[in-house]
Every structure is written in structure tokens, then in C-alpha cells.
């Protein structure tokens, strides 16, 4: 492989291969040409997606998250600069001679296919309707080698823009498995022919029935109601009043002490801090690329304090915290008129919708009018960027039991579509966060630090 960024990835060090400790963010023109210089990460070493030979097999060290433990797919496309484009659409020829297996095929679908599509099984839960209904697609009269293309490349029938994953064109079905699933789909013709059959009286399994619950957390701002509020309490709080391991200054010597609580800063009142929060992601020129809020921990502390805040570490997600909750309640402002801020947006908004990985699939098939943005994903009901506040990170995410920030998020959603991820705090997840900010800094919407979701 001659790209740079393969190359990279055969970088070795004592035991081990470092994938995405360097980035050069892709050039973008708005006002003056704008480049990021090369990057190496300050994440924790679990953050930082480490490709290395294992027993002559390489993998990818990750968070143990989504059950796709080491696999590595660094043959597919991720989100670095210079990443080589997915693959265009291909046309698929359905084998002749090979009988289908409707039972087969109904446990594939059972798999990634129920995530977006309803069909008559019980044993689904729960489906989404990301895609459509497929419950009496039988009765449709649909050839077989029609249902077939659209299982191996749905781009070649509906276009570029396509959400559906490539399941033949990628290799991840064989021409036996989509043909087993077009047997099974042939099946369903409904009962009475073209009425869905009736699988369930309860509403809530059938997505397009099912309602949207947002459960009730309590308030997020209340230090008994919300455990990421006491753990960074106990961690940041303290850490913010410590001078550094040296002699240095603490956090507080250079930007205040921390004054009494109030109902939006629950962890005690930093008046300097105000509204730093809302105007980040900001561009930094002194490291030619955009940061976050965590990011810029990761560097400044240990240059001034002393104080090691590496991205996506205990310190930094909690630090973080004790910033932007002293803007809680103000609208996001990041400065959208500033050449190198739009510069970012530019190129995070190519992110948002670059295809990744095996399943060929982008942030915009999930969280858009056209993909899935406002419908559900299995169980999880996908916001829309042009209307929902994607980011108002770190929060106390329940299903783990422990605090995320938007870039855990951006790595986890890497795992299903069988994507490397980079470094929590690579330049391009910054740019891409710069980009879903910008749409809530345009609408207006305003911080809420931290949240507590599931």
C-alpha cells in the first residue's frame, strides 16, 4: 500500500504500531488557506486506537465497546486526511444455480438489517425504520435479482447518497447469504396478501408506532442526581486548587478561585470561566488546528500546571466539566466569521458526510432528514443536526456507567461500521465537532453541561 497514511500505520515502535499519532488536516479555502500541522496525540493510550502486530494478526486496541473487541479495519476508509475514498457503486450478478435458504436468510437479517428495517418476527426487539418497512415486500413483486443488487450495492438503484450499506460490493455478505435473504424476503407477502402479518399487539415494538420516550433523569445540574457531578466534584474541584507537582501554579493562581455553587454551576462559581465554554471549539495558532475544550486541557495543563490532563482521561473529561458548566445557560458562539473556524466547518462537514469503513456508511446516513434523523436505529432514536443539539459533552452516559465526551461518542459510532477510530483528540474529530457546533451556535442553542443520557 503506497498512502502515506498505510505507510504510518507500519510505524513501528518498541511493541507497538501507532496508528493517527500524526494528522495533517486536509486543506480548505475560505478567505486564506488554512492547514493543521502534524499532530501527536495527548489521549490516553486506550484513546488512541493503536494498530499493532499481535501473533501475526494486527489489530486495533480499542474501547471495549460495541463487542468488536481488536478487530482492525485499516483497509477501509476512516476519517484521517488523505483517507482513499470508498470504493464507487458496483453492480452484482446473482449467481445462477444457487437455491436460498429463507430460514438462513431470516437470522441475517436478524443482525444489522433489523437495526433499520421492520420485519415480521418476534423475535426482533426492537426494530428501527431507519429504512423501510419490509414486512409484505414479497407481495410486491420485486424480482430476485432486483432485491439482490439492492442487498450488494443499493447505490447502483438509488444513487451516491444511498444510507444502505454495500453489503456484497464489501465483502461482508456472500453471494449465498444475499440469496438467502432475498428467499427470505420473497416470503413476506403479509396476511392477507399485502396487509403486514400480526406479530405483536404491542405497539412499541413496531417503530413506526412506538413512542419517543425520553426518560426522566432527574436534573442533570443536581449533584445527587447526576454521578458524574460528584465524581468531578471530587476530581476536578480539588485539581483545580492544586498548584502543580513542581512548584508550579494551580489552575486557580493564573484564573480564580472557585466561589460558592449556583443552580446552573452546581460545582462552585468560576467568574473568568464564563462563556469559555461556549466559543469552542476555537483555532488555536499556536497549534495551526482547531481544539476543544478537552483538547487544549490536554496541552495546556501539563505546560503550566504540571498537572498530565491527557484527552479523554479521568482529569480532563472532569476539568472540562468544571469549564463549561460555567456557561451553562449561555448560547453556543463559536466565531463563524473567523477564516480558519470556517475553514473547519468546511472540512467537518466533509467528515459528516465521508462513507467509513467496510459498512461504506457516514454521519449523515444516520443524523439527517434523509437517513435517520429523527427515526430509530434499533432502539435508539437518532437525532437530526439541522435540528438537534448533537453536542453538549462530557455527560454521564448510563449504559456505561461512567463520562463520555463527544469524541468517545465519534469513536464508539466507528465500531459498527467497522472503522478504525483515531485518536480522541486527532485534528480531524476536532473539525468535525467544529462543524456540528456551528449548526447549534446558528440556531442559537444553548449549553447544558453535563447532561445525563443512556
Known amino acids: 500500500m503506497k498512502h502515506w497514511v498505510r505507510k504510518l500505520l507500519r510505524f513501528k515502535r518498541p511493541g507497538l504500531v501507532a496508528i493517527g499519532l500524526l494528522f495533517v488536516a486536509a486543506c480548505a479555502t475560505v478567505g486564506t ?6 499532530w501527536t496525540s495527548r489521549a490516553t493510550l486506550q484513546s488512541q486506537g493503536i494498530v499493532k502486530d499481535l501473533g501475526g494478526k494486527r489489530i486495533q486496541e480499542r474501547y471495549p465497546f460495541g463487542g468488536f473487541g481488536t478487530d482492525n479495519f485499516e483497509q477501509w476508509p476512516t476519517f484521517a486526511a488523505g483517507s482513499p475514498a470508498y470504493p464507487p457503486p458496483k453492480k452484482g450478478q ?9 430460514k ?26 431507519v429504512g423501510p418497512d419490509l414486512r409484505t415486500i414479497g407481495h410486491r413483486g420485486l424480482t430476485d435479482a432486483h432485491l439482490y443488487q439492492v442487498i450488494y450495492d443499493a447505490r447502483v438503484v438509488f444513487g451516491e447518497t444511498s444510507p444502505m450499506a ?41 417503530p413506526f408506532t412506538r413512542d419517543v420516550v425520553k426518560p426522566d433523569y ?137 462513507r467509513v469503513g467496510q459498512r461504506g ?25 439541522e435540528k438537534d443539539a448533537m453536542v453538549n459533552h462530557p455527560y454521564w ?22 472503522a478504525n477510530m483515531l485518536p480522541g483528540d486527532a485534528p480531524e474529530y476536532a473539525d468535525l465537532e467544529t462543524f456540528l457546533i456551528s449548526k447549534q451556535t446558528q440556531r442559537g442553542d444553548k449549553l447544558l453541561v453535563p447532561r445525563i443520557s443512556h
Not at 488557506?33 to 502534524?38: A, G, I, L
Not at 438462513?104 to 425504520?129: E, F, S, Y
Not at 460490493?169 to 400480526?198: C, E, F, H, R
Not at 452516559?397 to 467497522?418: K, N, S, V
Request: positive net charge.
Open 218 to 354: 432527574g436534573d442533570p445540574l443536581d449533584l445527587t442526581a447526576n454521578p458524574v457531578l460528584g465524581l468531578a466534584d471530587s476530581v476536578a474541584v480539588p485539581l483545580w486548587r492544586k498548584p502543580g507537582p513542581k512548584g508550579q501554579q494551580s489552575c486557580a493562581g493564573c484564573h480564580g478561585n472557585i466561589g460558592a455553587a449556583d443552580a446552573q454551576r452546581p460545582l462552585g462559581v468560576i467568574a473568568s470561566m464564563a462563556g469559555v465554554g461556549a466559543r469552542y471549539p476555537k483555532w488555536i495558532a499556536r497549534h495551526s488546528r482547531m481544539m476543544s475544550v478537552e483538547d487544549f486541557l490536554a496541552v495546556h495543563a501539563p505546560e503550566t500546571s504540571g498537572h498530565e490532563m491527557p484527552s479523554q482521561g479521568e482529569q480532563n473529561l472532569t476539568m472540562s466539566i468544571l469549564v463549561k458548566s460555567q456557561s451553562n445557560g449561555m448560547p453556543y458562539q463559536i466565531d463563524l466569521k473567523d477564516a480558519n473556524v470556517a475553514a473547519a466547518v468546511k472540512r467537518g462537514q466533509e467528515l459528516f458526510q465521508r
Open 397 to 418: 452516559r448510563t449504559a456505561w456507567q461512567r463520562p463520555i465526551d463527544i469524541r468517545i461518542r465519534m469513536q464508539w459510532c466507528m465500531t459498527p461500521l467497522l
Open 94 to 102: 446473482m449467481p445462477a444455480g444457487i437455491k436460498g435458504d429463507p
Open 166 to 206: 454495500p453489503f456484497g460490493a464489501s465483502g461482508m455478505w456472500t453471494a449465498q447469504q444475499i440469496v438467502d435473504v432475498v428467499a427470505y424476503l420473497q416470503t413476506l407477502k403479509g396476511n392477507p396478501p399485502g396487509v403486514p402479518d400480526k406479530v405483536t399487539d404491542d405497539k412499541q415494538w413496531n
Open 361 to 385: 456508511q457516514s454521519c449523515s446516513d444516520c443524523h439527517t432528514a434523509r437517513g435517520g434523523g429523527n427515526k430509530f436505529l434499533g432502539g435508539r432514536f437518532l437525532a437530526d443536526v
Open 104 to 129: 438462513k436468510g431470516q437470522a441475517l437479517m436478524r443482525g444489522p438489517c433489523t437495526a433499520c428495517h421492520l420485519i415480521p418476527d418476534a423475535a426482533v426487539w426492537p426494530a428501527g425504520n
Open 33 to 38: 488557506t488554512v492547514t493543521s500541522k502534524e
